[in-house]
């Protein structure tokens, strides 16, 4: 099955090297992508579309008899994931959540984060909750900051427009890590403004892989072996 990749941000295609090789072995042909604008000399002018279409352009070139494809997400990438799934519902076997949640028709994936010249850059480690940032030890957190490239704040603040409910049907899986099942169950039966779209989903399947917000950094043979359980 062809898996498409959509890292998270501050990070590139290359940030899921280390899970690759599970995937291949499990049979499947992994498309590790570098978001549109992730440290590029366009990146200032990079929208949220952009990033969408360009994925969207991606599994267009994929032959349809090999099958619906699954999407995976991480973090900030779990909303163009799942635009993807609303441009081509039926192209789409299943949504991996990785770290995040699908985000809504009008909403955006964080306009908190401070811009710098059009981007926004790594924040200092300070500036995260301390779950996020907990399994990263200093080695980990100084190779991370060593790799990060600058998200276009066009990414990050961009209202994201959807317009097939056919994306309700898409299965998705939300992978927990920073925050748990649990928590986010709860928000989903609150009608907490955060999760209303995931409240949208017809088929959703949570597990918890007690982690922070970038597991694939800290321990990526545990991503790896819940993606090929999760693909099947």
């Known amino acids: ?6 890292h998270g941000f501050w990070l590139d295609g290359s940030s899921w090297d280390p899970v690759l090789p599970a995937l291949r072995d499990a049979g499947h042909q992994p498309h590790p992508l570098t978001l549109v604008g992730a440290g590029g000399a366009d990146a200032p002018g990079v929208g949220l579309r952009d990033q969408v279409d360009a994925v969207v352009a991606v599994l267009d070139g994929l032959d349809p008899a090999d099958g619906p494809v699954v999407l995976v997400g991480h973090s900030g990438g779990g909303a163009v994931a799942h635009a993807v799934a609303d ?3 039926e192209r789409v076997a299943r949504v991996v959540h990785l770290a995040s949640e699908p985000v809504g028709d009008g909403d955006c994936i964080n306009d908190e984060l401070p811009e710098v010249d ?3 850059p790594l924040p200092d480690w300070e500036e995260f909750d301390e779950e996020m940032v907990a399994d990263l030890d200093e080695a980990q957190r100084a190779a991370f900051r060593a790799r990060a490239v600058p998200v276009p704040v066009g990414v990050a603040r961009d209202r994201l427009r959807l317009g097939d409910e056919g994306r309700y049907d898409v299965p998705a899986t939300v992978i ?3 925050i748990t099942s649990q928590m986010l169950r709860g928000w989903v039966e609150q009608g907490h403004p955060g ?3 995931l409240a949208r989903l ?5 597990l918890d892989l007690p982690a922070g917000h970038w597991p694939q950094l800290s321990m990526p043979d545990e991503v790896a072996r819940v993606l090929v359980e999760v693909i099947g």
């Open 176 to 178: 927990c890590c920073d």
């Open 87 to 89: 441009a081509r519902p």
């Open 195 to 197: 999760a209303l779209e």
């Open 1 to 6: 099955m062809h898996v498409i990749l959509l």
């Open 118 to 120: 059009g981007l926004v």
């Open 202 to 206: 017809r088929d959703v399947t949570y």
